[in-house]
């Protein structure tokens, strides 16, 4: 969150989002992310330190799934916490299964950015109306190539591509 915003800024922004049709998805942590589950954003994705804020040790994909019933209960419509290297589990709402992706090996240059990456996989795959399946390989594809990008967020569309079929 840049410096001198207010923790409330997240929550201001997803009610104006809603307000004009549209749909929120967070990456943040701390006490904004507290603040704008208030709000209802339509997607949260915290990685694991960053949702241990709600009181459980997250070690694998059994906890990161009790987290994220937790955070569907402060208000995400869905949520998803990255394990890093050790996958990926997603709640597309609250009365769905949870999915959890075994990760993607790939020579990584770089973990930097892959969140966000990870983040625009969920977003694309909501625009195109993708089922959860897809929708949970195509976040993690994208989350695996940005690993291999010279600098984050510059991955490649031919490496998500070919990420998504393994």
């Given at each position: 969150m840049p410096p001198g915003l207010l923790s409330e800024f997240y929550a201001n922004l997803i009610a104006l989002t809603h307000r004009f049709g549209g749909k929120a998805f967070l990456d943040t942590s701390g006490e904004p992310l507290k603040r704008a589950l208030s709000a209802g954003p339509d997607f949260v994705k915290p990685n694991?330190?960053?949702?241990e804020w709600l009181g459980n040790s997250i070690s694998d994909a059994k906890s990161a799934a009790a987290a994220i019933a937790k955070l569907i209960a402060a208000g995400?419509?869905?949520?998803?916490?990255?394990?890093g290297p050790h996958g990926l589990v997603w709640q597309p709402a609250k009365s769905r299964s949870v999915f959890y992706v075994l990760p993607l090996k790939v020579a990584a240059r770089s973990g930097v950015g892959s969140g966000d990456a990870t983040v625009a996989g969920f977003v694309h795959a909501a625009q195109e109306g993708l089922?959860?399946?897809?929708?949970?390989?195509?976040?993690?594809?994208c989350g695996a190539a940005n690993c291999l990008a010279d600098l984050p967020g510059q991955l490649h569309a031919r490496d998500v591509h070919r990420l998504r079929k393994l």
């Open positions: 694991r330190e960053e949702a995400a419509k869905s949520a998803a916490i990255s394990l089922g959860s399946e897809d929708s949970l390989n195509l976040a993690a594809a």
